[in-house]
Every structure is written in structure tokens, then in C-alpha cells.
């Protein structure tokens, strides 16, 4: 168990629907990440949230967009969502701004 | 642009074998290069990490070799075991952030 949290486990909704995937990080880890893992794209950074703020950002679509709030969770915004969607979520928490990164159990989405 | 090939895709060890698995990457500003297994449905667990400024690195079982030169590191896993089965990723980042993942490879170690 890494520490990092994720809800929901699973998650099933339909094209055209907006979803919220949560992370909590590990105690007193301050930057999340949030990846997408899919069959086709394998393991692809989306974004890096540090201590509230954005710190770097990958190959996230417009339609997704994400937050870090003051007591350090993260969620991760899907709209608008597209059958191509459908991955696993994974979200990971560090120290500092670098430094090693513990993954959470993961967010599986499938949109019908 | 995949900037870290990972291989092979998939490895069939027999239990007590040496597991293998390769990496080149080509940004050389990458200065971070950790390992991953994931079992599935479980999320990526960090397995072991290297900096370029060494050339190994061994935890129990578990070696990184790193050839700065070459821009490739490896993964060796002595004395597989039939629990080392699960998929493993390669990584790569800059200051230890954003990691760029290889394309996995399933390992299957047999009895």
C-alpha cells in the first residue's frame, strides 16, 4: 500500500458526461500527479500539482483539467468525454517538487 | 515521439533465470531513471531508481546497470521468482519529475 488514495475504484458513464476523479496524496507528500494509462498510449503524465499550484504540464486534453485544494487532494476534471476516454486513472504523490513518485491504486473509466 | 523504447515486450523466465529487461532513452537531459512493477490492477510500485552519475545499482535481487554513453539502462532480476511475475515499466524524467514511462513488459516466470 503506498499511501495514496483514489476514488472512486471504478467508474462507468456514458460519451458526452463530465466526471471527478479523486486522489489523496501521501501524508505529507505536496505534489500530485495524475497519469493515464491506456492499452494503446500506455502510461502518459497529464499534470503536476504542487502545494495548490500547477507545476508542469503534459499531454492533457482541453477537456480534462484538474486542482489541488488547501488540505493537498487532488481531482481530476474528464468532460465532454469520449469513448477513446476510457483508460485507467492513476494519480501520484511526492515530497517536493521532484523526488520519487508513489501511485495510487488507480481510477478505472470506461465510457459507453 | 516515444522517448524511452522499453524491451522485450513480454519474457518468459523459468523460476531461478535471470529476467532482463532493456531501455534506451534519448533526451540526455534526463537525470532520473526509475523502475516500476505493476501487478494487475494494482497501480505502478517503485522498484528501484538511478542516477546518472552511477553506473549500478543493487537492492536484494534487483540491479540497474546504466551506460551514460549509450543512453541505455537495464533491469536485471536475479533468481526470479513465480511472485516477480507482473508487467514493468522503465522511466525516465528530469530532476525526478514528469516521468516519461517506457511501453512495459510482461514477465512470466515459470516453475
Known amino acids: 500500500d503506498s499511501g495514496v488514495t483514489q476514488t472512486p475504484k471504478h467508474l462507468i458513464t456514458a460519451t458526452g458526461q463530465r466526471v471527478t476523479l479523486r486522489c489523496s496524496p501521501r501524508s505529507g507528500d505536496l505534489s500530485v500527479y495524475w497519469y493515464q494509462q491506456s492499452l494503446d498510449q500506455g502510461l502518459q503524465f497529464l499534470i503536476q500539482?504542487?502545494?495548490?499550484?500547477?507545476?508542469a504540464k503534459g499531454n492533457i486534453l482541453e477537456r480534462f483539467s484538474a486542482q489541488q485544494f488547501p488540505d493537498l487532494h487532488s481531482e481530476l476534471n474528464l468532460s465532454s468525454l469520449e469513448l477513446g476516454d476510457s483508460a485507467l486513472y492513476f494519480c501520484?504523490?511526492?515530497?517536493?517538487?521532484?523526488?520519487?513518485?508513489?501511485f495510487g491504486p488507480g481510477t478505472r473509466l470506461t465510457v459507453l | 515521439q516515444q522517448q524511452v523504447k522499453q524491451s522485450p515486450q513480454s519474457l518468459i523466465v523459468q523460476k531461478g533465470g535471470i529476467s532482463i529487461i532493456n531501455c534506451a532513452y534519448e533526451?540526455?537531459?534526463?537525470?532520473?531513471f526509475p523502475w516500476y512493477q505493476q501487478f494487475p490492477g494494482k497501480g505502478p510500485a517503485l522498484l528501484i531508481a538511478?542516477?546518472?552519475?552511477?553506473s549500478e545499482k543493487k537492492e536484494g535481487r534487483f540491479t540497474i546497470s546504466f551506460n551514460k554513453s549509450a543512453k541505455q539502462f537495464s533491469l536485471h532480476i536475479m533468481d526470479s521468482q513465480p511472485g516477480d511475475s507482473a508487467t514493468y515499466f522503465c522511466a525516465a524524467s528530469i530532476r525526478a519529475s514528469k516521468l516519461t514511462f517506457g511501453t512495459g513488459t510482461r514477465l512470466q516466470v515459470t516453475l
Open positions: 500539482y504542487y502545494n495548490g499550484e500547477e507545476r
Open positions: 538511478i542516477r546518472p552519475d552511477v
Open positions: 533526451n540526455t537531459a534526463f537525470d532520473y
Open positions: 501520484a504523490s511526492s515530497v517536493g517538487t521532484s523526488g520519487s513518485e508513489f
